[in-house]
């Protein structure tokens, strides 16, 4: 299984919570980098702000991403993931309550790799995310770097 960290990014704490209960349950234990705006999650991939010192080509096995973020919204950060040379494959995964037709649109126009609308169930969600992370983690074969 892949061991490199999951970057996180979600605003919610109830959320957040349950993303990493689900994983801790389906035995997923990759270390969870947590980012709570979109400002964070790009600090800590391109190694700036206060992930200044983190080497921005060790990039994590994959991107939880919602779309609603403060400072930078989701669409936003993708872009920039999908522009940057470093992080142009990383595997980037839209995880959010929104249904809305325009933003799934958006999001795979933007080179997103899955779109994945979280269960409002509590069972539901912690069966969603371990299927998430199996398959991004032990399943897919990513480009070679």
């Given at each position: 299984?892949?061991?490199?960290?999951?970057?996180?990014?979600?605003?919610?704490?109830?959320?957040?919570?349950?993303?990493?209960?689900?994983?801790?349950?389906?035995?997923?234990?990759?270390?969870?980098?947590v980012a709570r705006d979109g400002v964070e999650a790009l600090d800590y991939l391109f190694g700036t702000?206060?992930?200044?010192?983190?080497?921005?080509?060790?990039?994590?096995?994959?991107?939880?991403?919602?779309?609603?973020?403060?400072?930078?919204?989701?669409?936003?950060?993708?872009?920039?993931?999908?522009?940057?040379?470093?992080?142009?494959?990383?595997?980037?995964?839209?995880?959010?309550?929104?249904?809305?037709?325009?933003?799934?649109?958006?999001?795979?126009?933007?080179?997103?790799?899955?779109?994945?609308?979280?269960?409002?169930d509590f069972d539901a969600f912690i069966e969603a995310a371990g299927q998430l992370g199996l398959y991004?983690?032990?399943?897919?074969?990513?480009?070679?770097?």
């Amino acid at each position: 299984m892949n061991n490199k960290p999951i970057l996180l990014v979600e605003d919610n704490a109830d959320d957040e919570e349950l993303t990493i209960h689900a994983f801790e349950k389906n035995r997923i234990s990759n270390q969870v980098i947590v980012a709570r705006d979109g400002v964070e999650a790009l600090d800590y991939l391109f190694g700036t702000g206060a992930w200044a010192e983190r080497d921005p080509r060790d990039v994590p096995a994959m991107v939880l991403l919602d779309l609603k973020l403060p400072r930078v919204d989701g669409l936003e950060v993708l872009q920039r993931i999908r522009a940057d040379e470093r992080t142009r494959f990383l595997p980037v995964i839209i995880l959010t309550s929104s249904n809305e037709d325009r933003d799934r649109l958006q999001g795979y126009s933007l080179g997103v790799n899955s779109y994945v609308r979280k269960p409002v169930d509590f069972d539901a969600f912690i069966e969603a995310a371990g299927q998430l992370g199996l398959y991004w983690l032990l399943l897919n074969e990513s480009p070679p770097c």
